[in-house]
């Protein structure tokens, strides 16, 4: 097979420089992924490498995200990872003026939290606290939700504290807090506090009962601030960018921008990102991916699937208010536009246009700095410059608007619903027993009122068994005696009647 060198070299201005090559399109996306696989990457010495083969590395669930909350109800601190994937342990404060704990409790991004959320803190204080004025106070991003006071003398371990999360709070960049306000019981003279005896630690054993379920409204450029849907799984495996054919410079350059954007988002021992010129676009891949598509909107990779009915770029640009109407001409305004892909209702379609190459630098501006892409929100953003030349660290050197143009949004989940029902089931398996007596109770009841209300109706209706009419003054004929039938069964003779 053709090898695919990585070179290191340099610049004819001395800067260092990564060369991947090779003598086609395979070999080169050999060399490039040797660079992405952390695995294989650590085994890459010396100045030149050849890449024979790689191994293959399998894409990660669509709701396994490291530094995430787990995919599951019930969970410990210590299943929660930091930023470089070490897992949570006890931490320890000291001093009056203890910092804040603080541990990150980042949702799924596609994560709908139902009521009856909660942790259970597991925490230990030392000896000699003031009882009167300290204390433990819990957060959820600044907010407090429940407190205690440390008020034994000599100090407590492993005790707990249950506190409610409100579930219209949890978000994907949520953090957990956690104050110790600890007062030393006696002061020295001259008013200098000795408080490096007072401690608090929170334990990795700390337990969170979080009730929720897989799947979210979109499209929503809010979701995008964490890469959802497009970083799911985290390999980046089910999305592809699409360019138009023969890209400009402006229109690479944003390519580039939005891969590192989705890169610095995600987490995953392999990339599997594509990219693809339009005419190169596979017809499975645009079918079943996540897509991004980009360029000006007169060489905009899906023009003439976008310019009609209700994915019509060309209204972008128009302005109406009450009766008036108009249309814009070329300008440098950017527009960033999600919406349910027209191939599969199950994915999605984001759209980076504008009319001008300057407007597409307003958009790769978006995904260059923090604080323009994380103020994305609704399913369309229109940005446009103050400036000339904006200052790359002023937000307030742009226009930002943000509006509402899907016509309906769809609710995408990453687990079947089989898996949601199991889910259901076993997050409620103690209402069951109690739910089977209730709903016996109702079947019994409705029985007994159609027995109540339709039985004796029906016996009237049918009235008594009777003979053959007799007149009124001889009556009913009626049978033998009981004495004289049981006498005529067993064969003897009947006894004479009385004269």
């Given amino acids: 097979a053709p090898h695919g060198p990585v070179d290191v070299g340099q610049c004819p201005q001395g800067q260092p420089v990564l060369v991947a090559s090779g003598p086609d399109g395979a070999a080169v996306t050999q060399a490039v992924q040797l660079l992405t696989q ?8 010396g100045q030149t490498v050849l890449v024979d083969a790689l191994t293959a590395v399998p894409a990660p669930a669509p709701r396994d995200w490291p530094g995430y909350l787990p995919d599951r109800s019930q969970f ?40 009856g959320n ?48 409100p579930e219209d709070k949890i978000r994907s960049n949520s953090k957990l807090q956690v104050l110790f306000q ?13 408080d490096q005896h007072l401690w608090g630690t929170v334990h990795s054993t700390t337990e969170f ?30 999305t592809a960018l699409v360019l138009p054919d023969d890209p400009s410079p402006e229109e690479l350059s944003l390519l580039l921008e939005v891969a590192e954007r989705l890169g610095r988002l995600s987490r995953s021992e392999a990339i599997q990102l594509s990219a693809y010129e339009k ?102 953003a229109l940005i446009s410059a103050k400036e000339i030349d904006p200052s790359p660290n002023d937000p307030q050197d742009y226009d930002l608007e943000f509006v509402s143009r899907a016509p309906q949004q ?26 089977l007596f209730v709903v016996a109770a109702i079947g019994y009841g409705i029985a007994q009122t159609y027995l109540t209300r339709f039985a004796p109706a029906s016996e009237e209706d049918a009235g008594p068994e009777t003979g053959p009419e ?21 064969g003897a003779p009947a006894p004479a009647e009385e004269p």
Wanted: proline fraction near 8%; hydrophobic fraction near 35%; glycine fraction near 8%.
């Fill in 470 to 490: 007799t007149g009124p003054e001889t009556g009913p004929e009626t049978g033998p005696d009981p004495a004289v039938r049981s006498l005529i069964t067993s």
């Fill in 38 to 45: 952390g695995r294989d990457r650590a085994i890459a010495t």
């Fill in 279 to 380: 005419r190169d676009l596979p017809d499975p891949v645009r079918d079943n991916a996540h897509l991004i598509a980009l360029g000006s909107r007169a060489r905009f990779p899906f023009k003439e699937s976008l310019e009609t009915g209700n994915f019509a770029l060309g209204s972008l640009w128009k302005r109406q208010r009450d009766a008036s109407e108009l249309r814009t001409l070329p300008d440098a305004e950017g527009v960033i536009r999600e919406v349910i892909s027209p191939w599969n209702r199950d994915r999605v379609l984001l759209m980076l246009s504008a009319q001008t190459p300057s407007g597409l630098g307003r958009v790769q501006d978006v995904f260059s700095r923090d604080g323009l892409f994380f103020q994305l929100q609704k399913d369309t």
């Fill in 182 to 194: 600890m007062d030393p019981r006696e002061r020295r003279s001259c008013n200098r506090a000795v």
């Fill in 209 to 238: 009962d979080l009730q929720r379920q897989a799947g979210v409204e979109l499209p929503s450029l809010e979701r995008l601030q964490a890469g959802y849907p497009f970083a799911a799984p985290q390999d980046l495996s089910r």
């Fill in 118 to 165: 909660s942790v259970t803190l597991r925490y230990s204080y030392g000896p000699q606290m003031n009882p009167l004025t300290s204390l433990m106070e819990v957060r959820l991003d600044g907010l407090p939700l429940g407190g205690k006071k440390l008020d034994k003398i000599e100090g407590e371990r492993e005790q707990s504290l249950t506190v409610k999360l």
């Fill in 410 to 435: 769809r609710q995408i989940s990453e687990i079947s619903s089989g898996e949601q029902l199991k889910r259901a089931f076993r997050g409620g398996w103690l209402f069951l027993i109690p739910g």
């Fill in 76 to 115: 410990q601190l210590q299943d929660l990872t930091d930023f470089l994937e070490r897992p949570n342990e006890d931490v320890t404060v000291r001093g009056a003026e203890a910092p804040t704990i603080e541990f990150d409790l980042r949702a799924l991004p596609d994560d709908t939290f139902l009521p």
